[in-house]
């Protein structure tokens, strides 16, 4: 508030010392001395928000952390950690744990992290963030506190980086996890909130204060050019985007957990830290769909000093009008304010620079129907603007439009639920309407014929319920995109309403109905109500429209709910697919093509449909897509392709329609969904030995290669699998993979990897590697062996298949058999054989059968109990898992006989 003053007050002594001058020029000298001034205001705004958004950890945050993470540990299955520790339980004064001298350096605390699929993990929390450090040495206990990897701005980041299991059994109790979040920060906050709130209003005044003050001055200077309305504008504006754009800007561009800065005097600063504690809730549970600006696009009008157009000092005329005049004058003004183009930025920010928004949301609580109803149509165009929607929720005004949902105007309600549907576009909107129950309110009005009493006139009620419906359905669709409102919709019975709504034949209601439960059909239990209320027939249905929208709307809904079998059935059993097929060969509206594209790949997955797709001509449709199209279109029709390519007809129609060079020209993509896509289908295309040529002679097996250095596990694994088919059907395969240099010692680093989807891939690979006896040699020079055997211990069922046959081939060469049993690999092996999987049991009783050459070996194995679960699979209907338990067990048997004859000899 001091800085305040100065700053007020160094801007009356410029004016006084210039005015004082008899100059001419002094008021050219003025208007140059207001804009340095206003520039400094400006910049140094700027290095505020910027130095704000440097939120840093504190030794509270941390520990309350770790206490949250205590809680989710133990050794259940279901539970998120094994164990988390400190390193030291001496806590100093300041809540840090560090020694002395490295708080220094920031530190405040060590932790011993030990997850369900990781080694233990030791960990610096400081405040710039947490790493992991070099551990705790062997011999004295130490910590080696030099950073080992990169900054993670939280635990739960870093763990999730670090630990698959640790992510999965979080995502399974995030809600749990951000309620107690919420509890520890919202309990020792309540004081600093209140003094918050406090120093800002007496800031607000006083900056308003201060403004009219300034307003004078320049008045009594008698300047000829009216440059008292554009400063305060500019002002107004500044200090409006200093308290609201900074923070929604950290709301949406963090996709992570903001944690409070050091405490600050700042009345702006501690508004930030107070609305960054209330996200934590639902920043990480929201889903992938929630789409809104990243950042807001930039005010326009605030980089120009010239004159602003008429309409923006009408409507502040009018403004005045709605804060002063009686309620006649209100209505008035209201209308008079409905004839501006309010789709026009200047008219919208009009609004919001004069305080419009605090009078219109203000009518909202009035009792005169005529004022809500021009309030609300004014605020249903405006809300259009991403700035005046964020406006809204500051001010309090989604609680009021809910308010009107219970009035009993159904003009009323449709107004309200259509603003609400512009303004719920981001995550602070979808949290402000659950709490304030308002999707309770929302699903009741899709309940239309519940307002319809009187049996004999229902006919005149159907119209104006149906808009009621429609509203409602509309703004369900925005506030869907939450995680936390899917559930809330799916308890207040939402689904049996919106499926009874799929049943009309208005195409703006179905729009919005369809739309909802799109997005709800991403979470399980939805696809399984949406089953249970046989809504697949409907959708089906409206494919066939003459709407484009609700096309696309209801392909979408068909692409999420297809990821279940049993859906899949149902939409080729009720003709799905021929409509689907028919919209491919319309490429004009790419949106629809993307819905259309995404519905086909997911039904592909059952191969009954990918028959039907071929008898529709499909195939050749998608090859056609393979090029100049947008990427979310590449990225569904390839990984249709790459699912029909697993039927031999499906990859020679492809390899006659062209489809393999534009397949492999996409392996230079830089998409990550449509890299493990493509890998895929090229993979798929490789099992025939012609297309195989193809790939080869546009060195698509570099390209592979290449992919297998991608920062990303899953592209690592999908160009892992598809090398298999390639080195399976090459000519040359083994002088192939000799020439790419490098290659086989990136393979074998690759069983580093954390991810055991890249593991059973890398495993893969080295089976059809080692095939060639010189590629086998050089991947055990890179030490593939003490890897493999490192590997051993897993659960994980594909992973130990492709293990065992990768150390099967290993035991080929040289004297690996031996090594293998050095590094203690054989024991494990053993367990294998009581798994559930057939496959499993082969792979690993041909390994057993090779390491058995091993004397050595062979006493490991019948230690562990190898002969009595091999005998059970001699009489397997499998030939080669018979061959292969019983030619282990006659080695163990041979070398039994050789002992007990060299005992008597």
């Not at 957990?257 to 549970?285: H, M, W």
């Amino acid at each position: 508030m001091i800085n305040e003053i100065n700053e007020d007050s160094s801007v009356l002594t410029i004016l006084d010392k210039i005015t004082k001058d008899d100059d001419p020029e002094s008021e050219i000298k003025m208007k140059i001395a207001l804009l340095l001034k206003q520039l400094d205001l400006h910049l140094l705004n700027r290095s505020l928000k910027n130095i704000s958004l440097e939120i840093r950890l504190n030794p509270g945050t941390v520990k309350n952390d770790i206490e949250l993470l205590k809680r989710f540990s133990g050794k259940g299955e279901q539970t998120a950690l094994e164990s988390i520790e400190y390193t030291s339980d001496y806590e100093f004064s300041n809540g840090c744990r560090a020694p002395p001298w490295r708080q220094i350096q920031g530190e405040i605390c060590y932790v011993l992290v030990k997850p369900h699929d990781a080694e233990t993990l030791c960990i610096t929390c400081s405040k710039e963030g947490v790493f992991l450090n070099g551990g705790k040495t062997d011999d004295e206990g130490e910590i080696n506190y030099e950073r080992k990897g990169e900054i993670y701005k939280d635990l739960v980041t870093l763990l999730r980086e670090k630990s698959a299991i640790f992510s999965e059994n979080m995502s399974q109790q995030e809600v749990r996890f951000n309620e107690e979040q919420q509890k520890e920060k919202d309990q020792p906050n309540e004081a600093p909130e209140e003094e918050a709130a406090t120093l800002h209003k007496a800031s607000t005044a006083f900056r308003r204060s201060a403004l009219e003050k300034k307003q004078v001055s320049l008045g009594r200077s008698q300047m000829t050019k009216r440059l008292e309305p554009s400063l305060n504008w500019k002002t107004t504006v500044d200090a409006r985007e200093n308290k609201s754009s900074l923070r929604d800007t950290q709301e949406e561009k963090h996709g992570g957990r903001l944690e409070k800065s050091r405490p600050s005097t700042s009345p702006g600063r501690a508004q930030l830290i107070r609305k960054s504690a209330e996200k934590i809730e639902e920043i990480i549970s929201e889903s992938s769909s929630e789409s809104e600006e990243d950042e807001e696009p930039p005010d326009h009008l605030q980089e120009s000093n010239a004159d602003l157009p008429s309409e923006y000092w009408q409507i502040q005329k009018l403004v005045k009008y709605l804060k002063g005049g009686n309620q006649t004058a209100t209505a008035i003004a209201l209308c008079s304010m409905k004839d501006f183009n309010l789709a026009q930025e200047t008219c919208q920010l009009a609004i919001r620079d004069v305080g419009g928004l605090e009078v219109l949301i203000n009518l909202l609580e009035t009792d005169e129907v005529k004022c809500q109803i021009g309030s609300l149509k004014i605020l249903k165009e405006i809300s259009h603007n991403p700035q005046i929607r964020r406006h809204i929720v500051d001010l309090g005004g989604l609680p009021a439009m809910l308010n009107i949902l219970d009035s009993p105007h159904k003009s009323l309600k449709c107004l309200a639920a259509e603003t609400i549907a512009n303004v719920a576009k981001f995550k602070r909107a979808w949290r402000a309407v659950r709490r304030h129950g308002g999707i309770t309110k929302l699903v009741a009005l899709l309940d239309w014929r519940q307002h319809s009493t009187e049996a004999a006139r229902r006919s005149l009620y159907e119209a104006r319920d149906g808009e009621v419906a429609r509203c409602g359905a509309l703004a369900l669709w925005s506030c869907s995109k939450s995680y936390a409102n899917k559930e809330a919709i799916r308890r207040a019975g939402g689904i049996p309403l919106l499926a009874r709504l799929l049943k009309t034949s208005q195409e703006s209601t179905l729009i919005p109905v369809v739309g909802t439960l799109q997005e709800c059909a991403s979470q399980e239990n939805y696809r399984a109500a949406i089953k249970a209320e046989g809504i697949i027939e409907n959708l089906v249905k409206n494919l066939s429209s003459g709407n484009e929208h609700l096309q696309e709307c209801c392909a979408m809904a068909i692409c999420q709910c297809a990821e279940d079998e049993e859906t899949r059935d149902l939409v080729r059993l009720r003709g799905g697919l021929k409509p689907l097929a028919s919209l491919l060969s319309n490429t004009d509206n790419k949106q629809r093509l993307a819905a259309v594209t995404g519905a086909i790949w997911k039904c592909s997955i059952s191969k009954e449909n990918v028959t039907k797709l071929r008898e529709y001509k499909a195939i050749e449709a998608l090859v056609g897509l393979l090029t100049d199209q947008p990427e979310e279109v590449l990225v569904n029709a390839v990984g249709a392709l790459g699912e029909c390519c697993r039927e031999p007809e499906g990859r020679v129609t492809v390899r006659k329609r062209g489809g393999v060079q534009p397949l492999v020209d996409l392996l230079v993509s830089t998409n990550r969904a449509l890299l493990v896509n493509v890998t895929k289908a090229v993979g798929a295309c490789a099992v025939e030995p012609e297309s195989m040529m193809i790939i080869d002679h546009l060195d698509g097996v570099r390209l592979l290669w290449s992919l297998l250095k991608n920062p990303h596990p899953d592209v690592k694994a999908s160009a892992a699998w598809a090398l298999c088919p390639c080195i399976q059907n090459a000519k040359d395969a083994g002088e192939m993979v000799r020439s790419f240099v490098g290659g086989l010692e990136l393979v074998v680093n690759l069983l580093k990897s954390d991810n055991k989807e890249v593991l059973a891939s890398v495993c893969a690979a080295i089976t059809n590697i080692a095939k060639d006896q010189e590629n086998l040699a050089v991947l055990t020079d890179h030490g593939v062996v003490p890897l493999l055997s490192k590997l051993a211990n897993t659960t994980d069922d594909k992973l130990r298949r492709h293990l065992a046959e990768a150390i099967s081939r290993c035991c080929t060469w040289g004297r690996n058999r031996v090594a293998f049993g050095k590094h203690r690999a054989v024991a494990p092996l053993v367990q294998y054989l009581k798994s559930n999987d057939t496959s499993v049991h082969r792979a690993t009783a041909q390994a057993l059968y090779q390491l058995s050459e091993d004397a050595d070996n062979c006493i490991t194995m019948h230690e562990n109990g190898a002969v009595k679960l091999l005998l059970h699979m001699v009489g397997s209907p499998d030939q080669d898992l018979q061959e292969a338990a019983a030619g282990c067990i006659s080695n163990i048997r041979r070398l039994a006989l050789a002992t007990e004859k060299a005992r008597y000899t």
